[in-house]
Nanobody
Framework: QVQLVESGGGLVQAGGSLSLSCAAS????????MAWFRQVPGKERELVAA????????YYVDAVKGRFTISKDNVKNTVYVQMNNLKPDDTAVYLC???????????????????WGRGTQVTVSS
């Protein structure tokens, strides 16, 4: 089992930046793909960015390419996403997730992930 706890959400003006963190505990000794999803009420949960176990391979949804950067610190068992030039459309609950099976960073569906945090709200005002 893996437990995930997000932090760092908040309210920011358009064009601003936020950094989210996801601290993992439990069976963190198993290499895993980890990711950030976001969800808006009435819409499907969307994969924003994913990173493989050693941080070498990453995936970004087109809407955030060039603005968001995912990274991880395996010593601290923490995954980060730096979000720059935020837009009102980025407003959502952001959830951290981890795969139990190694489907890879290009497995974009929520069903590919077995462990989830509770989420942190990001609100971007115009």
């Amino acid at each position: 089992q893996v437990q995930l706890v997000e932090s760092g959400g908040g309210l920011v003006q358009a064009g601003g930046s936020l950094s989210l963190s996801c601290a993992a505990s439990g069976r963190t000794d198993v290499p895993r793909v980890m990711a950030w999803f976001r969800q808006v009420p009435g819409k499907e949960r969307e994969l924003v960015a994913a990173i493989n176990w050693n941080g070498v391979v990453t995936y970004y949804v087109d809407a955030v390419k060039g603005r968001f950067t995912i990274s991880k610190d395996n010593v601290k068992n923490t995954v980060y996403v730096q979000m720059n030039n935020l837009k009102p459309d980025d407003t959502a609950v952001y959830l951290c997730a981890a795969q139990r099976m190694n489907y890879g960073v290009y497995a974009t569906t929520p069903s590919s992930y077995d462990y989830w945090g509770r989420g942190t709200q990001v609100t971007v005002s115009s």
